[in-house]
């Protein structure tokens, strides 16, 4: 029973413990669908983009493209990085729109200085606290990467990254490194009364010194703060599906497509079965 409640961390590097098997769960599991929708939303939320404008943002620990799909909703472009092979085939194969790269984030980030107007993350960067080499070095590898992704930000752009810590210790590793990288920030945290709500949001500025955002469920709030995230709405929506994505349905396929024409990408043709619900087979 005990190795059940293990960390993902602890069982195996991320690319190993995402192997195929465990890929498939992020694009046919409803629930963590679900879940890796709401915190992509919160996210992007907190990043305080310009409205009605496009922005090259990127997605850090990317997976199968469930992050990438609603930077997509939202008319942005992206690019994700992440460690499996798996999981980037996974998101191959449900066609998103960014562009994929493989590699280790806590190498370095590939990326030319100034390229994205900022980064999301979600639940990907504990795995830096874990050394899975003797050569791997916690504090090191949060260093590089906090640099490279800094640089690779525009001035005033900011990143944020949804987290699962360990214990304090392991929130004082990260923010130390990201600090000393030359970020500013710091932590918001939704619903910090709730033991199943709570979430960690590490809210980082490049270049500026800006003003956090106030943790959802707060009875402390200030709803006049103007940079406040308002989510309730987005959070409501969600308790509809019961367990169904919204994606899939005729309006969706519809609008996909013609983004994707808009990019100047092969699309087929429409037709009176384009987005019709098929049988089920047995």
Known sequence: MASSCRRPEHMA??????????????????????IQSQMSE????LLNLPEEQPCFLLDVGCGSGLSG?????????????????????????????????????????PFRPGTFDGCISISALQWLCNADKKTHSPPKRLYTFFSTLYSSLSRGARAVFQIYPENSEQ?????SQAMRAGFSGGMVVDYPNSSKAKKFF??????????????????????????????????????TMKGKSLKKGKDWIMEKKERRRRQGREVRADTKYTGRQRRPHF
Not at 42 to 45: D, G, L, P, Q, S
Request: aromatic content about 6%.
């Open 202 to 239: 590490l809210c980082l500025f490049a270049g500026v010194t800006g003003v956090l955002p106030k943790g959802l469920g707060s009875e402390t709030s200030d709803r006049s703060v103007p940079n406040q995230v308002k989510y309730s709405g987005q959070r409501s929506r969600f308790k």
């Open 13 to 34: 590097p991320p690319e190993m413990f995402y192997n195929e098997a465990e890929a498939k769960k992020y694009s046919q599991n409803s629930r963590m669908i679900e």
């Open 171 to 175: 929130l004082e590793l990260i923010t």
């Open 69 to 109: 799909d609603h930077l997509s909703e939202e008319g942005h472009c992206w690019v994700g990085i992440d460690i499996s092979t798996a999981m980037l085939d996974v998101a191959l194969e449900r066609e998103v729109e960014g562009d994929l790269v493989l590699g280790d984030m806590g190498q370095r980030l």
């Open 42 to 45: 919160r996210a992007v939320e």
